[in-house]
């Protein structure tokens, strides 16, 4: 079973900014697939924080994010980045990435996205942001 594979977390200090990287499994078609960050805060569910999709590309934020990160895609369309500026506290979790049709994906924004049958889960990169 192939996996995606998450790197670039750390500690660090709240206004320090980090930049994530992900090699997305299953990623097959460019004009209907997108890639999503997803993020596990310690006691809440797996939640979208962004998407990166075809048609431009366009990028989809979560409101808590939107401003200070910003998703980006090579041309191999499977790797992408997470660059987090301005990270705050509640930033803190782990974070991983997934590709799937942009149907499934978008219809996890702003929902839990705790029940997601993705099969590529990877490990995940730990982001802690301290005070």
């Known amino acids: 079973q192939v996996q995606s594979v998450e790197s670039g977390g750390g500690t660090v200090e709240v206004v320090d900014s980090l930049r994530l990287s992900c090699v ?14 997803f ?3 310690p006691g809440k569910v797996r939640e979208v924080v962004a998407v990166i999709y ?28 997470l660059q987090m500026n301005n990270l705050k506290t509640e ?6 990435c997934a590709a799937e049709s942009c149907t499934k994906i978008l219809l996890l924004v702003g929902r839990s996205a ?16 301290s005070s």
């Open 39 to 41: 993020r596990q805060s």
């Open 91 to 96: 930033d803190t979790g782990m974070y991983y």
């Open 24 to 37: 997305a499994a299953g990623y097959t078609h460019a004009s209907t697939d997108c890639i999503g960050w």
């Open 54 to 81: 075809p048609g431009g590309p366009s990028t989809y934020y979560a409101d808590s994010v939107k401003g200070r990160f910003a998703i980006s895609q090579g041309n191999a369309g499977n790797e992408v980045w």
């Open 114 to 129: 705790q029940g997601f049958a993705y099969s590529g889960w990877g490990q995940g990169t730990q982001v802690t942001v």
